[in-house]
């Protein structure tokens, strides 16, 4: 006897009956808890500069900034393995033992990094200790995006995933906002050596100190009630089947299409804003502080946008939302960065990081409601985490390194809207083949 699998049409929702009326009590939970990863996965990035002079030292500074980034982007090869385990088991353990794993895995990498001692005391053993925090971190995210964004979607109402889904990346942008926040407080109140000494520890160490506080949060919560339903029946029917497998074999084409759909909003999210700050400090020669406050502009911007655009998606469509988006970043990033070159000022980095969130809120906005549906709840957590954090992976991990590379390469500060606008026409194609071979233009 076997349990038939749902259809991963869209919208495959177990009984609204199973529902719960209000909530936001589980979704808040998770976003919480969501908000504090991406906060220490984040605050790596905007510190690149001292812990490429700290952990990596070279000969000059250009190749000690190359490898700290670079670092930072081996984060992103745990990413497909923390999505194929946690993934998985989100869809057989349930969306809350994934998204508890997740957070405590998080915290034993941020815990490496903030005491780590640096090159000149234990010399090679150092980078090495980076290196693996680094890959523990990729490994809790690469589970993080697809139990939450599970877990969020089905303890919602069908007719408001794209709504509730958002919540995902306008957490995401919390994220920024305290991960920006704390590294423009500390850039302003100590002095470059203080910095260098112990300062950028402190962002570290409220990144562990928080986590406890998202650990007990997620603890309180209910599991969703249509994994509830699927795993009493795959009981009742004693089925053993593989959510990677089934993702690989079955759902193959819709998993690389859904690859692709995410490629453009990752590469347009990791240049504009993860990268920014190095950017306006290396490049625009704009003070630190004022290059944190750009990205905390951008946060701010799509944490309070985000869930606009996901309830634009509920009532336009995905597909019909997500392409004008990804056309408006494609048409906007060369502009954008020659506004910045033009005129390299705090002004017109905050007017700029403004847009850039907004933009961003519109191609991240709908893409969780959208790959949730595209996978059924079986294979649901297994299929997000996969389709997420291999194009993450792919193009928007190591996007530091490469545009950093492109400009020392081709000594033309333009050159990362090149990647952009690469990136957002692969988008552009996925999601209107994606959207013909669901037979949805909306």
């Not at 090159?119 to 490994?139: C, D, H, W």
Request: with cysteine; charged share 10%; hydrophobic share 50%.
């Amino acid at each position: 006897m076997s349990v038939e699998l749902e259809s991963s049409s869209a919208y495959a929702t177990a009984p609204q009956a199973a529902k719960r009326k209000n909530p936001w009590k589980e979704i808040c939970a998770a976003s919480i808890g969501n908000a504090l990863e991406f906060y220490d996965l984040l605050i790596y990035g905007y510190f690149a500069v001292v812990i490429g002079k700290l952990f990596f030292p070279a000969q000059d500074e250009t190749t000690s900034l190359l490898l700290s980034v670079g670092t930072f982007g081996i984060s992103f090869i745990a990413r497909p393995l923390g999505a194929i385990v946690l993934g998985s088991y989100a869809d057989r353990a349930g969306r809350k033992a994934s998204l508890t794993a997740s957070i405590l895995i998080m915290m034993a990498g941020t815990a490496m990094i903030a005491f780590a001692p640096t090159y000149a005391q234990i010399g090679i053993a150092s980078p090495l200790i980076i290196i693996v925090a680094r890959l523990l971190q990729g490994f809790s995210t690469g589970g993080e995006f697809g139990a939450a964004t599970a877990f969020m979607v089905e303890h919602a109402d069908a007719k408001r995933r794209g709504f509730f889904a958002s919540w995902q990346l306008s957490t995401q942008g919390l994220a920024t906002v305290l991960a920006a926040g704390v590294s423009a407080l500390l850039s302003y109140n100590l002095t470059d050596a203080q910095l260098n000494d112990w300062g950028w520890r402190v962002a570290f160490c409220f990144g562990l100190l928080v986590g406890p506080v998202g650990l007990y949060i997620r603890s309180q919560i209910d599991e969703t009630p249509e994994f509830k339903k699927i795993a009493a029946d795959a009981a009742v029917a004693k089925v053993e089947k593989s959510p990677l497998m089934i993702v690989l074999v079955r759902d193959r084409v819709k998993l690389l299409l859904a690859i692709g759909v995410v490629a453009g909003a990752t590469g347009f999210n990791y240049v504009h804003k993860l990268y920014m700050p190095t950017y306006a400090l290396k490049q625009l020669h704009i003070p630190a502080t004022s290059s944190f406050i750009g990205a905390l502009i951008t946060g701010l911007v799509l944490m309070l946008t985000a869930p606009v655009f996901g309830t634009l998606s509920d009532r336009y469509g995905r597909f019909r939302v997500l392409t004008i988006a990804m056309v408006s970043i494609g048409l906007t990033s060369y502009p954008l960065f020659m506004l910045l070159n033009t005129w390299p000022t705090v002004t017109t980095l905050i007017a700029v990081q403004g847009i850039v969130g907004v933009l961003i809120a519109a191609c991240l906005g709908p893409i969780p409601a959208m790959l949730s549906d595209i996978f059924p709840t079986q294979t649901r957590g297994t299929g997000l985490a996969l389709s997420y954090n291999f194009s993450v992976t792919l193009f928007g991990g190591f996007s530091p390194l490469i545009v950093t590379w492109m400009i020392a390469a081709t000594e033309n500060k333009m050159a990362p809207s090149f990647y952009v606008m690469a990136t957002a026409l692969i988008s552009l194609v996925a999601v209107i083949t994606l959207g013909r071979r669901m037979g949805r233009t909306e």
